[in-house]
């Protein structure tokens, strides 16, 4: 089945010049990007992002990392495509994701860990509205 999937390059992943890469591996794998911006998600934002984690000792740690520079957003469209991504990006924990993972070959933290993707389909259409809108969307 195609599916979409919401996918960020967070904030230490544009630090360290990693937007290339990261979009590479999603490319080479043959999924289609339908809509990519750069922005700085707002506090405000960034709390909307992660509400489900709002009653988490890390989360406001986790909004200050994630409005402290600058993101990249995209949807990505393929085959499947939320549990594909999920395998491309490895566990949360950069020190146990899997090398060959983008978490697993770039991150060494669970918080800094370079991507962000979203884990369900309700999860995709809540993410998805936080950054983009209807018109964001390339239809090629
Ligand atoms: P992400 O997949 O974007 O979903 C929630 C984010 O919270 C996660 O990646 C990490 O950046 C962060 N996170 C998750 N668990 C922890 C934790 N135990 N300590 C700090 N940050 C965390």
Known sequence: ???????????????????????????R?????????????????????????KDKPFFKDLVDFMTSGPIVAMILEGDSVISVVRQMIGSTDG?????GT????????????????????????RESKVIFSDEDYVNY
């Open 29 to 53: 794998k043959g999924l289609k990007i339908v809509a990519m911006k750069m922005l700085r998600l707002s506090r405000e934002k960034a709390m909307e992002f992660y509400s489900v984690h």
């Open 1 to 27: 089945t195609v599916e979409r999937t919401l996918v960020l390059v967070k904030p230490d992943g544009v630090r360290r010049g990693l937007i290339g890469e990261v979009i590479s591996r999603f490319e």
């Open 95 to 99: 020190r146990k994701a899997q090398p």
């Open 102 to 125: 983008i978490r697993g070959d770039f991150a060494l933290s669970v918080q800094e860990n370079v991507v962000h993707a979203s884990d369900s389909p309700e999860s995709f259409e």
